[in-house]
Nanobody, 112 residues
């Protein structure tokens, strides 16, 4: 199971940190990521991180968002800074090894 938290309402230019904890057993080799879905749009990858710590970001968040993980607590983070109106979306965490799990979304609303 994945449990995401940390969403909320923030002004443009502000910051938020999302967290997602994986419960249960996990495989040593896995990939975790954050996705987002804005109203009327498809769900897209925002950032990903491997169990070894390799990261990737969509161009629109590079330099503003940082993905990280704590393998001792099986927790995934997304530090979001310099938030823009277009970052408003429901954010989902995802965990993949031989299986594929999605967490419930957490809403991030950026206001002007």
């Amino acid at each position: 199971q994945l449990q995401a938290s940390g969403g909320g309402l923030v002004q443009s230019g502000g910051s938020l940190r999302l967290s997602c904890t994986v419960s249960g057993s996990i495989f040593p080799l896995n990939v975790m990521g954050w996705y987002r879905q804005a109203p009327g749009k498809q769900r897209d990858l925002v950032a990903g991180i491997s169990s070894g710590g390799s990261t990737s970001y969509v161009d629109s968040v590079k330099g503003r968002f940082t993905i990280s993980r704590d393998n001792t607590t099986n927790t995934l983070y997304l530090q979001m800074s310099s938030l823009k109106l277009e970052d408003t979306a429901v954010y989902y965490c995802r965990y993949r090894d031989v299986k594929d799990y999605w967490g419930r979304g957490t809403l991030v609303t950026v206001s002007s």
